[in-house]
């Protein structure tokens, strides 16, 4: 029994620590508890609030409390000093029912709830009616209870005590904020007591507020019944917004700023649920609109600068109600919205952080009430915007948006300026101009290369990042586990150095770098170029006054030309060829039309004077070649622009022979006239400074252009100028291309003489010139065959049969065989070829009468090879390698030739090399033959005038050529220069001794012996020929070494350089140089240059200066008539019909004068009889 009493005993300690909860609840609701001990209680609940919303029991607990609660709001009185013991228990109950979770439990008690706190708001203090709110909005989220036409009944009269020592009624009437009462009590310290009178919730303007969002809580809920009440509550809402103390009140001393700024904040909550419900109720807001702009300017004006939030969130509302057509109604208010002391104040964290809402709101507004806007706002607008685009503490978004509005203004000031008859709407025009072309300047000189900067750091860092990662994931254990010395070290040395002095920092408002965007800027620069296209259009659309009159013109000032001619800063990449996007296109085309917008003069006066500005650009970016191609697809730019092109073409043509890459042309037919009195010029300049030019590749791309640009058929003037040319071009084409050439040339060339811009019955007098190219072209590349067979095709179906044919017959053979040869193809071009046949009929059968020509192989001798032996063979058997050394030589001159290959083809050529000499001398015996004094004596060398002996081993002397030839070709390659230079060097050295001790000395042998069977040491000479004449000037470099090295080892060996000069070897060298010079004609590579350069410089020299003292007189005599020669043909040559031979004669009579101390007429003196001949006498009277 006493076991079980004992169970029986034992209660759940959580369900009495609720049955204690519910006691101090109970203790809550009993009239004769003190307030002491209430509060006590309250505050014991409240602490313990969340672990009795947790608890089992909650349910029950809600249902008693919420009643006691309830029941303590309603019937207790309100009171207004906030150290009351009940004023603290009111809003400690306020709190707690605000922390009651929305969910079902709570439904039962929401109605009585909302019902009591609606109440409160009327009669109750600042402080509880602020809960109130929060709970209405709160339950009203949750739950959406139906509507009730309670909440607008008539409320009860307000009850209130009056205290014993203060008129609590009174004063509450005149407080609208938390006041300080003070006693003559004295606190324990000595300090007085001090209450705080809390204002009364109806005049409080904290909830005031606060009431606009409730306003709106209850219109989203009960949309339909309330639509009328918000209709008649909206002239109040206008009424409040213009309220504003006075001018005199402001500035009075006893002025209280802070409820100023809750009054104002009131203000701009209500304007915020205006804008908000103003779409809805606009025939209404509209009757009372003269009110709303009167307050919302009133409100930007008196808006006190410190209350940046206040500010902002009035722009809000004003942005949304100025995006109604109630904007319009601010168009007479403008030049206040302009003012940025109205606009933005004067604060500096309104300035800093409100502009870009504040600018966008402006420029919104401005642009869609632009029509209606007098000239005087409009230039206001464009003062302001036109600051925006420069400010570079803006976001480069409002500058563009800046850029975009001043743009919409163009028309705009054009027609007001039409309307008002004034010249100012051009004048601000242009400096709108100025402005976006100094932003073009500023963006080239500051922005683009800190963007330029940021990519290549990018570019860097995303290179550096894996092996950063590498090494931080090394180290990072390491530094995690133990302190860094580094950081201890420079903390220490902070502290014992004292406060650092701080890194001055600039002044003004730039933004910093990581700020800078690409895509943005290039947003900025498309709308910048549009603007400047759409302004220079309004420019020249806006009629100036002359006189009492409005004339429209397109002429522009000179001061206002000189802004469309600012050059712009160096480009940061150059020649370098990227994709053209779509959006890079259009802007380029849209600058380019900010020209053809233009009066004539004014376009030819821009580009006359910066037409090598716009040159040197589009060579460095081609991307800019879009700008000229624009111009000249222009039709009223474009004759203008190709004179211009033209004109600065010809005064720098002989600039085009030096290696350059730019090159201009330009079509159309519109341009005949404009190109008529420039043609012969062109074709003729074109041509003579192409045969003296070291690179006349481009000169001919020049007439390639021409003659297509106008060829075709449309061009009658042009053909008639082209007449008188024709005789000497078709001359000079036909041996140019019968030359010998690179073949990209010699195919320029064939096309040429089959382009030229001429009609064919023009061409029928000079129809055999064309046979060769004709020829050439068919047995050319794909492009040249199918231009050969459309050629050819005219010819057969215009011409005569028999005319024809005499004028095919000394080509017959090779034309007829070329036709032949095409019809192999498997494309378009067998088909003409074979179209082209057949309209010969049978002649293309007659005709082939010529043996085909086949390659045959004549040698007496057996061809270099390779002996190989086996074991069951007596005989060895012979592998030829001329073929091997062709194909290692074919593989080193190819530029696409793979690495390891061309190495291997080195080691071909070099074994072959190496087996073909002969290096078992010794070493003592080449000493002392070289040694002997016969080498030092004149009378041992033989002249070898007339033939020199070659070896009759045709076959292998031209495979040991070869070889030699691929030696100098690797030792230009980079990757082989290495082993390869070495090996140069020695057979070099040992091909020169090998014809030393040949051609002098004791030993020197006849130029003809009877029995040589070895290979003579000229043949290295030939493989030099080869190499120096080359087109490749990397060749030359190998090939100079090669010259050098055999004059110097001669020198070494002769003892003098003029003993090296009598070898047989250094005057085969000379021999062959001028042959090499005379086969070469036009094309006259820098290594002859470099070769003319060492072989004869010093014997020029020698027969220029006097001979020295001691010299015997067959010397003095060899030097004299060396001398006479040299200056017989350069008086002769001076009357040369060549320009370039006429003034290089001069010259070099000037030089030979300078030597001898004497003047031109003196050296010229003894050969004036030359000059009779070739020049006829003139009678003089």
């Not at 004295?186 to 009364?200: E, M, S």
């Not at 690179?695 to 075709?712: D, K, M, Q």
């Not at 086996?870 to 390698?881: A, G, L, N, S, T």
């Amino acid at each position: 029994m006493q076991a079980q009493s004992s169970n029986m005993g034992v209660i759940d300690p959580h369900t009495t620590q609720m049955n204690q909860f519910r006691s101090y609840v109970t203790m809550l609701g009993d009239p004769g508890c003190k307030d002491v001990l209430k509060l006590k209680a309250t505050q014991e609940i409240s602490k313990h609030f969340e672990m009795i919303l947790k608890s089992d029991h909650y349910p029950s607990f809600l249902d008693h409390s919420v009643k006691i609660f309830l029941k303590i709001l309603e019937d207790g009185e309100p009171h207004f000093i906030a150290e009351y013991n009940i004023q603290q228990v009111r809003k400690l109950i306020l709190e707690m029912l605000y922390r009651l979770p929305t969910n079902e439990t709570l439904r039962p008690y929401v109605r009585p709830i909302l019902l009591l706190m609606l109440k409160l708001l009327e009669i109750d203090n600042e402080e509880n009616v602020l809960v109130c709110l929060k709970i209405i909005i709160e339950l009203h989220k949750q739950y959406r209870p139906q509507f009730s036409d309670e909440i607008f009944e008539p409320r009860p009269p307000i009850k209130v005590k009056d205290l014993s020592e203060v008129n609590v009624e009174e004063l509450l009437k005149e407080t609208f904020t938390m006041t300080i009462i003070q006693t003559e009590k004295r606190n324990k310290d000595g300090t007085l007591i001090t209450y705080y009178l809390i204002p009364k919730a109806v005049l409080s303007l904290k909830v005031l507020q606060e009431l606009p969002i409730i306003v709106v809580l209850m219109y989203q809920l009960y949309k339909q019944s309330v639509h009328q009440d918000v209709s008649d509550f909206i002239p109040l809402i206008m009424n409040t917004i213009t309220l504003q103390p006075t001018l005199e009140q402001r500035q009075a001393e006893t002025f209280n700023k802070e409820i100023f700024v809750d009054f104002m904040g009131a203000q701009i909550k209500t304007l915020s649920f205006l804008a908000y419900i103003i779409k809805i109720y606009q025939e209404v807001v509209q009757n009372h609109s003269a009110m709303m702009v009167q307050g919302m300017l009133g409100l930007l004006t008196l808006c006190p600068m410190e209350v940046a939030h206040l500010r902002r969130e009035l722009l809000i509302a004003a942005r949304h109600i100025l995006a109604t057509d109630l904007r319009n109604k601010f168009v007479p208010h403008m030049e206040r919205l302009f003012d940025e002391d109205v606009l933005l104040g004067r604060g500096w964290t309104t300035h800093e952080s409100l502009r870009p809402l504040a600018y966008s709101t402006l420029a919104d507004l401005v642009h869609h009430v632009r029509q209606q806007l007098p000239l005087a706002d409009l230039t206001r607008a464009v003062h302001l915007f036109s600051k925006n685009v420069h400010d570079d503490s803006l976001a480069t978004t409002i500058q563009t948006m800046s850029c975009k509005l001043l743009l919409n203004l163009v028309d705009c000031i054009r027609n007001r300026s039409d309307e008002e008859n004034s010249n100012e709407g051009r004048e601000l025009l242009m400096r709108m101009l100025e402005v976006f072309v100094l932003k073009f300047k500023t963006i080239a000189k500051i922005q683009l290369p800190i963007l330029v900067s940021k990519c290549e750091q990018r570019k860097q860092d995303s290179q550096n990042l894996p092996q950063i990662q590498q090494q931080g994931n090394q180290e990072k254990a390491e530094q995690d586990m133990k302190p860094n010395p580094a950081e201890i070290l420079e903390n220490a040395l902070a502290s014992a150095q004292g406060p650092q002095p701080k890194e001055e920092k600039s002044k003004f408002g730039f933004p910093q770098h990581n700020n800078y965007n690409v895509a943005d800027y290039r947003s900025l620069v498309k709308t910048l170029v549009c603007g400047v296209k759409t302004i220079t259009w309004g420019c020249s659309a806006c009629k100036t006054t002359t006189g009492q009159s409005l004339v429209q013109s397109k002429h522009f000032q000179p001061h206002e030309t000189l802004v469309f001619g600012i050059q712009g800063g160096a480009p940061q990449r150059i020649n370098q060829q990227t994709v053209r996007t779509k959006e890079e296109k259009e802007v380029l085309e849209h600058f380019s039309g900010v020209f053809t917008m233009m009066n004539s003069q004014t376009f030819h006066e821009i580009f006359s004077t910066t037409i090598e500005y716009l040159v040197e650009r589009v060579y460095k970016n081609p991307t800019l070649q879009t700008v000229p191609n624009t111009l000249l697809a222009n039709p009223t730019t474009s004759p203008i622009f190709a004179t211009v092109l033209v004109e600065y073409l010809l005064e720098r043509m002989e600039e085009m022979g030096s290696n350059l890459e730019r090159m201009s042309h330009c079509s159309r037919r519109r341009n005949e006239h404009m190109l008529r009195p420039h043609l012969h010029q062109i074709v003729n300049r074109s041509m003579e400074l192409a045969m003296s030019a070291m690179e006349p590749y481009n000169y001919f791309l020049l007439l390639r252009a021409l003659f297509r640009s106008i060829g075709g058929g449309s061009h009658d003037l042009l053909y008639q100028e082209f007449l008188p040319l024709l005789p000497n071009l078709l001359e000079g084409l036909n041996r140019l291309q019968s030359g010998l050439h690179k073949q990209h040339m010699k195919d320029l060339f064939v096309e040429l003489c089959l382009t030229v811009p001429v009609r064919l019955s023009s061409l029928l007098p000079y129809l055999p010139m064309l046979m060769d190219p004709l020829v050439s072209a068919l047995n050319g590349s794909h492009v040249l065959i199918s231009q050969g067979l459309r050629t050819l095709e005219l010819c057969v179906d215009n011409l005569q049969h028999v005319y024809l044919y005499d004028n095919i017959q000394p080509v017959r053979a090779e034309l007829m065989q070329a036709l032949w040869r095409t019809l192999r193809n498997n494309d378009q071009v067998a088909q003409v070829a074979f179209k082209v046949l057949g309209k010969f009929g049978g002649g293309n059968r007659k005709m082939m009468i010529e043996p085909q020509k086949l390659e045959y192989v004549s040698s007496d001798f057996d061809p270099p090879s390779v002996l190989a032996r086996f074991h069951d063979q007596e005989q060895p058997i012979q592998f030829p390698v001329s073929k091997i050394i062709d194909t290692a030589f074919n593989a080193l001159k190819q530029s696409n030739t793979d690495p390891f290959y061309r190495k291997q083809a080195w080691a071909v050529i070099n074994c072959y090399l190496t087996a073909s000499r002969n290096l078992n001398d010794d070493e003592n015996t080449l000493i002392k033959l070289f040694l002997h004094p016969s080498f030092q004596d004149p009378n041992t060398i033989p002249s070898i005038k007339g033939s020199t002996y070659k070896s009759i081993y045709k076959q292998a002397r031209e495979t040991h050529q070869t070889a030699l030839t691929g030696m100098f070709v690797g030792a230009a390659i980079k990757e082989l220069r290495e082993p390869v230079v070495p090996a140069l060097v020695s057979v070099v050295r040992h091909y020169t001794m090998v014809a030393v001790a040949q051609q002098s000395g004791a030993f020197a042998y006849s130029p003809k012996p009877n029995k040589q069977v070895a290979l003579d040491p000229l043949v290295l000479v030939d493989a030099l020929a080869i190499i120096m004449g080359h087109e490749e000037r990397e060749l030359c470099k190998p090939g100079q070494l090669g010259l050098v090295l055999i004059v110097d080892t001669a020198s070494t060996l002769l003892g003098s350089r003029e003993m090296a000069c009598r070898l047989p070897l250094i005057e085969y060298l000379a021999e062959k140089n001028v042959c090499t010079v005379l086969r070469e004609s036009m094309r006259f590579p820098v290594g002859l240059w470099i070769w003319l350069r060492i072989i004869y410089k010093e014997c020029l020299l020698f027969c220029v200066t006097p001979p020295p003292e001691g010299s015997d007189q067959q010397t003095r005599d060899l030097q004299n008539e060396a001398l006479h020669k040299v200056t017989h043909e350069l008086v002769r040559q001076v009357t040369s019909s060549h320009t370039m031979v006429r003034k290089q004669s001069m010259a070099s009579l000037r030089l030979l004068a300078e030597k001898q101390n004497k003047t031109v007429t003196a050296v010229m003196e003894p050969f004036k009889d030359v000059l009779a001949d070739m020049v006829p006498l003139k009678n003089i009277f």
